[in-house]
């Protein structure tokens, strides 16, 4: 392996470390909290889950980290599916 794969691999590496930090941050909610009788959910109620009160409580950069997952693995699937042409043709 040269030196540009090792510099990937370290990339990849932390990219999950920083992911899987994110995810064990975040204060999950416990569903003991849920009423069942007023279930409704207003937008202010998705705001506050997205973005939380303060900076710090919301998911907001857990999805940002899946949506750049699911970016990649849509490009990896297309890099994988592409058709290689040979060289002679």
Same mark, same amino acid.
């Given at each position: 392996?040269?030196?540009?794969?090792?510099?990937?691999?370290?990339?990849?590496?932390?990219?999950?470390?920083?992911?899987?930090?994110?995810?064990?941050?975040? &204060?999950?909610?416990?569903?003991?909290?849920? &009423?069942?009788?007023? &279930?409704?959910?207003?937008?202010? &109620?998705?705001?506050?889950?997205?973005?939380?009160v303060s900076g710090a409580s919301g998911y907001g950069l857990i999805m940002v980290f899946i949506g750049v997952?699911?970016?990649?693995?849509?490009?990896?699937?297309?890099?994988?599916?592409?058709?290689?042409?040979?060289?002679?043709?």
């Amino acid at each position: 392996m040269n030196r540009s794969g090792y510099v990937r691999g370290l990339a990849i590496i932390a990219f999950a470390l920083l992911f899987i930090g994110a995810v064990l941050s975040v &204060d999950w909610p416990s569903p003991a909290g849920f &009423d069942e009788r007023n &279930d409704t959910v207003s937008n202010e &109620d998705v705001g506050r889950a997205m973005f939380g009160v303060s900076g710090a409580s919301g998911y907001g950069l857990i999805m940002v980290f899946i949506g750049v997952l699911l970016l990649v693995a849509l490009l990896g699937g297309i890099f994988l599916a592409k058709e290689e042409k040979e060289e002679g043709q």
